[in-house]
């Protein structure tokens, strides 16, 4: 633990009980260890008794320790370490089909700007957690570096500082990539999308995750596109066993897979699944697209390999971005696409002609100079911590019954409701009570996981999430509720045989 000096505005004892709960959230201290007596923690931390027992005292308002009499203080156990994880139902064979024409992206973040909302639909993190005030000095810095040059194209493949930079921090991603392998794209939706462009025509069949992120079935139907929607576990992702069944009977021109950090679910693919699906993938000479943009985010531990280091770079599309990471609003992104890179190049050039120079700049000056990795290191805690607060909150409102999954990075939750929750009410009376949540058929192609909603964590607890938390249970409950009710009367009602 850090030193309990004050910074002049936080009182020591608050300071302790903060890093203390730091070492909650981070499993230094484990539910149901002891923690140190209020004595050994004054003596280690060079504080008054009384500053350590008002430490301990806060750590138990806030419910992360008990008191147990003789004994000492102990790390609470959580209720939601007991949870199981969401379960979701498929058809035993996938079919490829057809998307339906709603446009879920547009609402879910108009609802988002719509400041009276509380925000936990869009997949969307608190800009008082992102570093817009350095990026904004960073930019108005390269402003006055280059003076009028500063409103020119970012001329495709975009600039080379950003590149450069995305190379050197390929190493982490488990590849080895090379400036000239990426291209500087309009966030990952337009990397995905060129991706999508390049390695398929109108009318293929795309094999996806199910569920998956909504704006790839928005994608998808535009592009003129079928979706062959591969079920995933909710602690590995997809399952290969249906995939290569699924591989056998249908032609697909194209899979797209979200293997770290999973939007909506959080799973992270292990290494053998990655290995595996690359496999099967390259066997067929299926292009592989990787949407990477939740990596960096883990929560514990290295950062999670990209799909691309598990075999031939050149046959895997890996797409990535910023906007969760840094400033949504910049819209950078990259692809770097292998073997369809110069048909990427093209496809760019035509759409979009080039980028904007100053976001482009200011990221790669962010990369370089700017303590990037510092300060992924304090939004990965942040975003860690919040999950868990947000994990806890649920399951204490909910009724039971219910599963939640266990995110392994990012800061989105799945969560499976009573089965006779219909999601999609649920979300219109949350919208009517303020609150903006993510109904579960949002995350499939055909209007699955009807009572399943995705919870936002990005924003830094506050008495006002915790009421909406609150608010939501009573909802779900009264609709589990009602629900059960009409059923039994449906049930007990004469019939006429
Ligand atoms: C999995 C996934 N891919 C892509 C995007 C879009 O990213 P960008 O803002 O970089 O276009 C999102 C946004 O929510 C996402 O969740």
Redesign the pocket.
Known sequence: MSSPKTNGREPVYLKLANALEGMIANRSLRPGERVPSVRQFSRQQNVSVPTALQAYATLETRGLIEARPKSGFYVRARLSDLIREPRMTFPATPRSIQLGVDDPVASLLADHADKRLVPLGA?LPSAELLPGVRLARIVAAIGRRLGAESVGYDVSPGHESLRRELSRRSLDWGCALHADDFIVT?????A?SLALRAVCKPGDTVAVESPT?F?LASMLRELQLKALPIPVHSATGMDLDVMERALRKTRVAACVV?ANFH?PIGFVMPDENKRRLVELCARRDIPLIE?D??ADLQHEGPRPRSLKAFGDADSIVLCG?Y??KLA?GF?V?YIAAGRWQPRVKALKQASTLSGALLPALAVAEFLKNGGYDRYLRAIRQAYRQQVDKMREAVVESFPPGIGLSRPKGGFLLWCELPSNVDAIQLAQQARAAGISIAPGPMFSPVGEFTNFIRINCGYPWSPQIERAVGVLGHLVARMAGRNNERAKRRNSEPTMS
């Open positions: 997949a309009v966030g990952a939706t337009e995905v992120y704006g979200i939007n949407d943009t939740y971005s906007s969760k949504p819209r992104g």
